[in-house]
């Protein structure tokens, strides 16, 4: 079985994860250079500032600024015909409330396009993966101050306007259902939590905030090149009933609808009777958006859903209707930290999205962190990591075939070694190219292709036939 023609095969990156050079270009501060790992487990910690001695992974990354043309070499090497990356706000507005862009941070994303398009790779573009620029959350209270929509709008119009003929694929924010999962203190949105303020009613207030700058990048966007295709991007949990005792089913569907909530704001470009029903759930009473905020949505809606999937949840109903989501499904192995593997909820998350919206899905984030252990001069072996895509790729390929499903393209997360988001560390990998570098920072940040390069390299040159 084969994608048809221009099916984009590619990896999945972001800017915070793996360029490093956090200061270099005029480059602004932005929430991730003030990340620290969480080490073993321990919660994700978030400082006002940098703090000399301690150890930000974001700040070096794996030198992808420096590196990029070889990085690129690489994945060109292995037939990609995209990449998907983001632009860091910070280096096109340090501060995010600036009038003017930056021209250095403007002319390192042209080189990197230009390096893509020369190679015959096309660019997708995450315009806000997990980071935005720290002034932003200590000057305004981040994505719960409307006055963010004006800066977010400035900035998307003038990457589009600069890149408009390099660039056709974008999304507005990386898994912008996360907003209603994280706990405080949120790292892509900026939001941190008073004592006496409602949870809920904070996380409604940004996600509007969000979908309306979402909404005005892609009105921008469309009048500045009709051609743009720009979609929007969730963490796609695909859930099973634990039992299937009726309230466990019910459980089941009532754990998906705030994930709903989001791609149907954004897809459908309104509050739909779900959202309505939610916000009543979540017992949120005083969101009272801006009337003309409606005509922007409308009108904003996206163009096509990109998602992330990783693995597969169960869920039970506890009593009065509180919902337990949990990972510990007994007929799925697991990964090295503990997420289970199961490819068949790949397949059933492409129907249940393409069943409920009928839009065109691209599947950006899919893969497997694990732990790699290089021998001096020997390929990796990481039959592991083919195993897991295989079957991921497999399933995608019924969902496609068998189904009728619409897929633009596939990229897995991520093609190269690079910081883990949750972890903030190095030994959590996901690429076909191992980075020499340990989760303290050190080691010579040399590549080397592990075996699942050369099985990727193959996937590609038969596009989707030879696995
Ligand atoms: C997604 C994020 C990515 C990425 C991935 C893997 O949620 O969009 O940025 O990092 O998860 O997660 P982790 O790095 O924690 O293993």
Known sequence: MKMRDGFLWGGATAANQMEGAYLAGNKGLSIADVEKGSRSGAPREIHDRVKEG???????GIDFYHRYHDDIDLFAEMGFNCLRMSIAWTRIFPLGDESKPNEVGLAFYDRVFDCLNSHGIEPIVTLSHYEMPLNLVRKYGS?????????????CIS????YKKKVRYWMTFNEINEVMNQREPYHQAGIRFCKDESVNEVKIKVSHNLFVASARAVIAGHQINPEFKIGCMVQYPTTYAKTCKPDDVLAQRLSMLPNYYYTDVMCKGCYTNLCTAQLKRLDVRSFHPDPSDAEILQ???VDYIAFSYYFSSIASMKNNESIAVERSNPFVSR???????????LRIALNELFDRYQMPLFVVENGIGATDVPVPNELIQDDYRIEYLRSHIEAMKKAIELDGVEVIGYTSWAPIDIVSV??????KRYGFIYVDK????RGTLARRRKKSFYWYQKVIATNGSDT
């Open 159 to 162: 990457v589009f306007k600069r």
């Open 143 to 155: 994505w719960r101050n409307r006055t963010l929509i004006d800066f977010y709008e400035r900035f």
């Open 438 to 441: 340990d989760d303290d920072g």
């Open 299 to 301: 009108k904003g809606a």
């Open 54 to 60: 301690s150890y930000y992974p974001s700040h070096d």
């Open 422 to 427: 949750g972890t903030g560390e190095m030994s």
């Open 335 to 345: 990964t090295d930290w503990g997420w289970p593997i199961d490819p068949i909820g």
